[in-house]
T-cell receptor, first 113, second 110 residues
């Protein structure tokens, strides 16, 4: 059930672009994206609620392809502050009827000067 | 107030100790969560409270006992833990979509 992210790790120079992919073997109804810096808590970036939706957050944007059961996070003109581990998350219904968030495998991003 | 607070930041305990982790939010969120995170792994859901009632228990061992005294507070009571329970314990809250995480408690079980 856990979404799989690719690549597992990426190293960029400041100003370069990157794409992080999140794929699920099950139907996706929404996709969350979080960033976690080393030693800190995950921070919410954005949520995509329907297929075809695209969102942007400064130079970070994401797309959601419901048919392909995948989402991509785009980081443009990366900054040092973008370094961290990026997690996608998908909502799955539990047996109590309550939705729970399952995080993807994670992608470690390092931006160097 | 737009943050989730957790205490303590660090905790070292023996396998026979009883301790508690505390989490607090004043954003009016009605869902609160406990996650466990091992190094270089994603957070794993442990418990979910919705409107102060336990909604999800991810088959967590009984040595972890959650409690939600009111809509702003969430506790995790620990008893007879094992060394493999050492991890970062994260609390989060939400209004139903985005989850907002506290800084976590780094727990070491000796």
């Amino acid at each position: 059930q856990q979404p799989v992210q690719s690549p597992q790790a990426v190293i960029l120079r400041e100003g370069e672009d990157a794409v992080i992919n999140c794929s699920s073997s099950k139907a996706l109804y929404s996709v969350h994206w979080y960033r976690q810096k080393h030693g800190e808590a995950p921070v919410f970036l954005m949520i995509l609620l329907k297929g075809g939706e695209q969102k942007g957050h400064e130079k970070i944007s994401a797309s959601f392809n419901e048919k392909k059961q995948q989402s991509s996070l785009y980081l443009t003109a990366s900054q040092l502050s973008y370094s961290g581990t990026y997690f996608c998350g998908t909502e799955i219904g539990g047996n109590t009827g309550f939705q729970k968030l399952v995080f993807g495998t994670g992608t470690r991003l390092l931006v160097s000067p | 107030d737009t943050e989730v607070t957790q205490t303590p930041k660090h905790l070292v305990m023996g396998m026979t100790n009883k301790k508690s982790l505390k989490c607090e939010q004043h954003m009016g969120h009605r869902a609160m969560y406990w996650y466990k995170q091992k190094a270089k792994k994603p957070p794993e859901l442990m418990f979910v409270y919705s409107y102060e009632k336990l909604s999800i228990n991810e088959s967590v061992p009984s040595r972890f006992s959650p409690e939600c005294p009111n809509s702003s507070l969430l506790n995790l009571h620990l008893h007879a833990l094992q060394p493999e329970d050492s991890a970062l314990y994260l609390c989060a809250s939400s209004l139903g979509q985005a989850e907002y995480f506290g800084p976590g408690t780094r727990l070491t079980v000796l």
